[in-house]
């Protein structure tokens, strides 16, 4: 069984950065197997698709986030990270790190962003972005 930590959440001004980190614990190679994603959950909201990265380090975002966020992975620590940059009030929400099952190598958007394709989720990390 995978356990998936986040951290790296917190308070920023419209307009600043914020990094955050996911770090996978548990047997072997599932990391490196799987497809990993960030989706995030507002006040009120339903949990939504962020940013996902597959096998071969292919990326996909969703639209609100294009251009300012970006996902990375790196499999020897076994950690995914997302850079957002250029934060709005609007990106406020519990950010989750997300673990596909195995998977194959080239991942789709429609795969990454279906939360039915996770099996593993973290615990979230808070987001809060003031005006």
């Known amino acids: 069984q995978v356990q998936l930590v986040e951290s790296g959440g917190g308070l920023v001004q419209a307009g600043g950065s914020l990094r955050l980190s996911c770090v996978a614990s548990?047997?072997?190679?599932?990391?490196?197997?799987?497809?990993m994603g960030w989706f995030r959950q507002a006040p009120g909201k339903e949990r939504e698709f962020a940013a996902g990265?597959?096998?071969?380090?292919?990326?996909f975002y969703a639209d609100s986030v294009k251009g300012r966020f970006t996902i990375s992975r790196d499999n020897a620590k076994k950690t995914v990270s997302l850079q957002m940059n250029g934060l709005k009030p609007d990106d406020t929400a519990v950010y989750y790190c997300?673990?596909?099952?195995?998977?194959?190598?080239?991942?789709?958007?429609?795969?990454?962003?279906?939360?039915?394709?996770?099996?593993?989720w973290g615990q979230g990390t808070q987001v809060t972005v003031s005006s």
């Open positions: 548990g047997s072997g190679r599932t990391f490196s197997e799987a497809a």
């Open positions: 997300g673990k596909t099952r195995r998977t194959a190598f080239y991942g789709t958007f429609d795969y990454l962003a279906s939360q039915n394709s996770y099996d593993s």
């Open positions: 990265i597959d096998r071969s380090g292919g990326t």
